[in-house]
């Protein structure tokens, strides 16, 4: 990729980035996507904008802003776009990829890209501690290199619930689900790399690349029926980019696995939760690339003795993001300085509205960020965070 | 404008450090050797001062092993030339005098108007190469700067001295500056550059010389920090280790 110096050259870039990207050219500047953005009001440059600007053969302005770090890769505004642009993966990628082109990137961000780059994980942690959370671990969770036995499940755990330790109960969680229910499954530990989806959406195309090499070379090392992943943007990658590059995996998120499991699962799960719960639909599962997976984890919910499920007002297609995607999860410094707010905390308000005594989840970037939100809107005594796999865990007796 | 600026690889401190009892000296069976972060802060500052000045940009290291993708990522950044000195044992570190000495041999010859250099390594904390190597090619040496300025043939380095003053401090180049910290952040360069670099630079080799120990720190042993008299050490998992300390904080009265 070369930088461009054209607004003209630029939209050309766009049109070819990404299917469909010449749809750009049908743009109607209704402002759909400006107004639906949860931080379009904070954003010099708001995905309509863009478009208008570099119709007016102006670039330079859209580009001397820093707003589009904003961008937390929602796909709220394509979900609207009623000319059907690719906005998310074309239009805002390109604009990212063009300002870390110029080196131009909130530090916050550039220690993640950095941290991937060289260790294969955005935490900048030793790749060697990869699987540290099985360690001392009632249930056995075999690493594949070790093992080197065919398996029905190779289970892509992630960055986030491999070494964060608030997620890692949720990856612990959800080995004790896959021994509940026999499954013959193995994970890579200090071979697996970062999926590469958010870097992808940041516009560090060579860095998704180069992970995504990474992963399906070891990928195909080993015999497996399936990939089965606890992250969304990593079941997402799996799906819709790996295989634009040749690398051609079936996949499931864990959401559809345990739906798929159902009814063992009923059987299983004796414990009784009394508790109205809210689930939030994370982007990789819904909105992104159409993948509308949103009925699933709701019947994984009502399937949990004693849980009753209540809405939020934004859910399935009009979910708000958490705030992480994109590049978001390290930008919250930027976005705080910037829009003064978090999406994450309007998503506890309104689960409490809700009635919700818990906010279920099924995205390892959800758990610590709803976490922190519940703690700063002080709402601790109300509500708590709880990943679907943990509920589900809970709910199984032994 | 040229520059010259060495990158010393130190060892990644994401692994755990630890010491072989039969060597006394650092375990190195799964050190990752990295580019040392204040060698980072120095190639910022020769890139923002070609950019602004125009010249070129040498960088120059030790043959530890890995170095070549670094190099690779400092030509995307927009480095001009990459040099690695071969020679033994350069992975199991070099004393400062030693390192020094190598340098000095491989830029002395160079023409380069300046050398910036990370003011210390993370590895020993020493702050001497810089000195050292400028005392070697006979050239004035500034350490411990935030700022450097090159106008009308004179370079004006910023040094900062402990208190939060700081010195203005004029030299004639070729200097040797010891960066502690480049104007900005050290820039990203996206992979899809580093791939390039690596496609199309090439990286010089030389001959590493003969390296003096004349005046070096031997080192006869090394062992963790242990906690001192007076420090409590609080173990166990998060929620026990915050009670605890909040107990402590309201004994002390100040929660």
């Known amino acids: 990729?070369?930088?461009?110096?054209?607004?003209?050259?630029?939209?050309?870039?766009?049109?070819?980035?990404?299917?469909?990207?010449?749809?750009?050219?049908?743009?109607?500047?209704?402002?759909?996507?400006?107004?639906?953005?949860?931080?379009?009001?904070?954003?010099?440059?708001?995905?309509?904008?863009?478009?208008?600007?570099?119709?007016?053969?102006?670039?330079?302005?859209?580009?001397?802003?820093?707003?589009?770090?904003?961008?937390?890769?929602?796909?709220?505004?394509?979900?609207?776009?009623?000319?059907?642009?690719?906005?998310?993966?074309?239009?805002?990628?390109?604009?990212?990829?063009?300002?870390?082109?110029?080196?131009?990137?909130?530090?916050?961000?550039?220690?993640?890209?950095?941290?991937?780059?060289?260790?294969?994980?955005?935490?900048?942690?030793?790749?060697?501690?990869?699987?540290?959370?099985?360690?001392?671990?009632?249930?056995?969770?075999?690493?594949?290199?070790?093992?080197?036995?065919?398996?029905?499940?190779?289970?892509?755990?992630?960055?986030?619930?491999?070494?964060?330790?608030?997620?890692?109960?949720?990856?612990?969680?959800?080995?004790?689900?896959?021994?509940?229910?026999?499954?013959?499954?193995?994970?890579?530990?200090?071979?697996?790399?970062?999926?590469?989806?958010?870097?992808?959406?940041?516009?560090?195309?060579?860095?998704?690349?180069?992970?995504?090499?990474?992963?399906?070379?070891?990928?195909?090392?080993?015999?497996?029926?399936?990939?089965?992943?606890?992250?969304?943007?990593?079941?997402?990658?799996?799906?819709?980019?790996?295989?634009?590059?040749?690398?051609?995996?079936?996949?499931?998120?864990?959401?559809?696995?345990?739906?798929?499991?159902?009814?063992?699962?009923?059987?299983?799960?004796?414990?009784?939760?009394?508790?109205?719960?809210?689930?939030?639909?994370?982007?990789?599962?819904?909105?992104?690339?159409?993948?509308?997976?949103?009925?699933?984890?709701?019947?994984?919910?009502?399937?949990?003795?004693?849980?009753?499920?209540?809405?939020?007002?934004?859910?399935?297609?009009?979910?708000?993001?958490?705030?992480?995607?994109?590049?978001?999860?390290?930008?919250?410094?930027?976005?705080?300085?910037?829009?003064?707010?978090?999406?994450?905390?309007?998503?506890?308000?309104?689960?409490?509205?809700?009635?919700?005594?818990?906010?279920a989840v099924a995205c390892p970037y959800e758990t610590p960020r709803f976490d922190d939100a519940v703690k700063s809107t002080n709402h601790a005594k109300d509500i708590a965070v709880k990943d679907i796999a943990e509920l589900v865990a809970d709910a199984i007796q032994g | 404008m040229n520059i010259a600026v060495p990158i010393k690889f130190v060892p990644d401190l994401v692994e755990e450090m630890e010491i072989d009892s039969s060597t006394g000296k650092l375990d190195r069976t799964f050190m990752r050797l990295v580019p040392n972060e204040l060698d980072e802060h120095a190639l910022e500052q020769a890139l923002i001062l070609k950019e602004r000045h125009g010249g070129t940009v040498a960088v120059i290291t030790l043959d530890t092993g890995d170095v070549d993708e670094a190099l690779f990522t400092a030509v995307a950044k927009g480095a001009d030339r990459a040099i690695k000195i071969a020679g033994e044992g350069y992975a199991e570190g070099v004393t400062s005098h030693a390192y020094a000495d190598l340098l000095a041999e491989a830029l002395k010859n160079g023409s380069y108007d300046l050398i910036l250099a990370g003011t210390q390594a993370v590895d020993d904390l020493d702050g001497s190469v810089g000195a050292l190597l400028a005392a070697k090619l006979g050239i004035p040496y500034v350490g411990y700067t935030v700022k450097v300025v090159a106008e009308g043939g004179k370079v004006v380095a910023t040094k900062e001295y402990p208190g939060g003053l700081l010195a203005e401090i004029e030299v004639n180049p070729p200097a040797v500056i010891g960066i502690q910290a480049a104007e900005k952040p050290p820039r990203y360069v996206v992979t899809s550059l580093v791939m390039d670099a690596m496609k199309k630079a090439k990286i010089d080799e030389a001959e590493g010389a003969a390296a003096g120990l004349e005046g070096a720190a031997e080192i006869t042993g090394m062992r963790p920090p242990e906690a001192g008299k007076g420090a409590e050490m609080i173990d166990g998992d998060a929620n026990a280790v915050a009670e605890k300390l909040v107990g402590i904080l309201k004994e002390k009265g100040i929660l």
């Open chain 1, 1 to 359: 990729m070369i930088q461009v110096e054209s607004a003209d050259q630029f939209l050309k870039q766009v049109s070819g980035s990404v299917a469909e990207g010449e749809r750009i050219r049908l743009c109607l500047q209704c402002g759909s996507c400006s107004g639906v953005c949860p931080f379009g009001f904070a954003m010099e440059f708001p995905p309509q904008a863009i478009i208008a600007s570099l119709r007016a053969g102006e670039l330079k302005p859209m580009l001397d802003t820093d707003s589009i770090w904003l961008c937390v890769s929602c796909y709220a505004c394509t979900n609207v776009c009623p000319a059907k642009i690719p906005l998310t993966p074309g239009l805002l990628s390109s604009v990212k990829a063009e300002k870390l082109m110029k080196s131009s990137v909130p530090t916050e961000l550039q220690d993640a890209l950095v941290n991937a780059r060289k260790y294969g994980n955005t935490v900048g942690e030793s790749p060697r501690k990869r699987a540290d959370w099985a360690a001392d671990f009632t249930v056995e969770v075999p690493i594949l290199a070790k093992t080197k036995k065919p398996v029905d499940v190779l289970w892509y755990v992630g960055d986030y619930p491999s070494y964060h330790a608030r997620v890692q109960q949720v990856t612990r969680a959800t080995a004790k689900i896959f021994k509940a229910l026999g499954v013959s499954f193995g994970i890579l530990g200090p071979e697996e790399q970062s999926d590469g989806d958010v870097f992808h959406l940041a516009g560090e195309r060579g860095l998704f690349e180069l992970l995504a090499s990474k992963n399906a070379k070891t990928f195909e090392k080993y015999e497996f029926k399936e990939i089965v992943t606890t992250d969304p943007h990593a079941y997402n990658t799996f799906k819709h980019e790996y295989p634009k590059l040749g690398y051609r995996f079936p996949v499931r998120h864990y959401a559809q696995f345990l739906h798929a499991h159902l009814d063992r699962l009923r059987s299983l799960m004796k414990n009784k939760l009394e508790a109205r719960v809210a689930y939030h639909d994370p982007c990789g599962l819904g909105r992104a690339n159409d993948n509308h997976i949103y009925e699933e984890p709701r019947e994984i919910i009502e399937a949990i003795p004693g849980a009753e499920l209540v809405e939020m007002g934004h859910n399935r297609t009009t979910s708000i993001c958490c705030g992480g995607g994109g590049g978001g999860m390290w930008l919250d410094g930027f976005a705080w300085e910037k829009a003064g707010t978090r999406t994450s905390e309007w998503r506890i308000h309104e689960a409490v509205a809700a009635g919700a005594q818990i906010l």
